[in-house]
Nanobody
Framework: QLTVVESGGATVQPGGSLRLSCETTNFNLYYYSIGWFRQAPGKEREVVSCMSGSTDSRIYADSVKGRFTISGDIAKNTVYLQMNDLKPEDSAVYYC???????????????????WGPGTQVDVSS
């Protein structure tokens, strides 16, 4: 089975940090683009960050630049999202998505992805 599972979501105070994990099974992520997306109630799902499993391509949404870092242990088929200085507007369900791609640049369009995890909830509040 090809599976994608996120973990690490929690309730955290503003200014705090979380690390989300995206664990995949039976993928070789070297051949994939991996994206982190988020969706808040009543809003569209939006890209947070993406990375390539085979190049140094790393792309971030303007809203998270300087605060979030995407990384991965590609040999272990696992990708992370380190989130620092969290703000209430970061509250959302966070999704990991993967797509076979050998492009140099990772993919930022949600409709490009065909494998999705079930999401993990992040709440930033006092």
């Amino acid at each position: 089975q090809l599976t994608v599972v996120e973990s690490g979501g929690a309730t955290v105070q503003p200014g705090g940090s979380l690390r989300l994990s995206c664990e995949t099974t039976n993928f070789n992520l070297y051949y994939y683009s991996i994206g982190w997306f988020r969706q808040a109630p009543g809003k569209e799902r939006e890209v947070v960050s993406c990375m390539s499993g085979s190049t140094d391509s790393r792309i971030y949404a303007d809203s998270v630049k300087g605060r979030f870092t995407i990384s991965g242990d590609i040999a272990k088929n696992t990708v992370y999202l380190q989130m620092n200085d969290l703000k209430p507007e970061d509250s959302a369900v966070y999704y990991c998505a993967v797509k076979y791609s050998l492009r140099t640049s990772c993919l930022i369009e949600r409709y490009a992805y065909d494998y999705w995890g079930p999401g993990t909830q992040v709440d930033v509040s006092s």
